[in-house]
């Protein structure tokens, strides 16, 4: 059973800083897919970054690049979401997401955590 569980989120000001975690159980990141989206109130679903398994290739939304930066420590079987910069757009709920096939659909997601940015 892969469980994924998102801890960090909570208050920040414009310019501020926070580190989301991504606890990942019953499957080795360092082996998938690990990636962050966001949902705002009234919109869908958006990809935010990913990290790839094999050679821990990076790629972030255009809104967040330089700003933010994804990471995993395989050890802990954790993914990180560092966000620097912050901006009151990126207000959301953070969901980890998992898969093992690069072509394929995420499987597997979390519960999300709440990240609000006051200007």
């Known amino acids: 059973q892969v469980r994924l569980v998102e801890s960090g989120g909570g208050l920040a000001q414009a310019g501020g800083s926070l580190r989301l975690s991504c606890d990942a159980s019953?499957?080795?990141?360092?082996?998938?897919?690990m990636a962050w989206f966001r949902q705002s109130p009234g919109k869908e679903r958006e990809f935010v970054a990913h990290i790839r398994g094999t050679g821990a290739f990076t790629d972030y939304a255009a809104s967040v690049k330089g700003r933010f930066t994804i990471s995993r420590d395989n050890a802990k079987n954790i993914v990180y979401l560092q966000m620097n910069n912050l901006k009151p757009k990126d207000t959301a709920v953070y969901y980890c997401a998992s898969k093992l096939l690069l072509g394929s659909d995420y499987d597997y997601w979390g519960q999300g955590t709440q990240v609000t940015v006051s200007s």
């Open positions: 019953g499957r080795t990141i360092s082996l998938a897919t």
